[in-house]
Nanobody, 115 residues
Framework: QVHLVESGGGLVQAGGSLRLSCAAS????????INWYRQAPGKQRELVAT???????NYVDSVKGRFTISRDSTRNTVYLQMNSLKPEDAAVYLC?????????WGQGTRVTVSS
């Protein structure tokens, strides 16, 4: 059974940093691409960052240069380091992977950015 568990969200002032974690189980982690999405109230879910099984990364333009996605195969965990946070980054951040032709999601972790 696939499980994705996010952690690391919280309240931070604008300009601050947070590191989100996504712990994965039930998949062969080294073969999986993992995505971070975010969803703010009244807005569509947005793909923020992707890391492939080979370590290639991709980011939405609005976070380039501020966010870094990485993976630790010894811990089956993907991280999202978020620096220079802005109020518009506030959202619930969700971890996602596609495995066995199904999409799996974590429960999300909330990021609040005060101005």
């Amino acid at each position: 059974q696939v499980h994705l568990v996010e952690s690391g969200g919280g309240l931070v002032q604008a300009g601050g940093s947070l590191r989100l974690s996504c712990a994965a189980s039930g998949i062969t982690f080294r073969l999986a691409s993992i995505n971070w999405y975010r969803q703010a109230p009244g807005k569509q879910r947005e793909l923020v960052a992707t890391i492939t099984n080979s370590g290639a990364t991709n980011y939405v333009d609005s976070v380039k240069g501020r966010f870094t996605i990485s993976r630790d195969s010894t811990r089956n965990t993907v991280y999202l380091q978020m620096n220079s946070l802005k109020p518009e980054d506030a959202a619930v951040y969700l971890c996602n992977c596609r495995w066995g032709q199904r999409d799996y999601w974590g429960q999300g972790t909330r990021v609040t950015v005060s101005s």
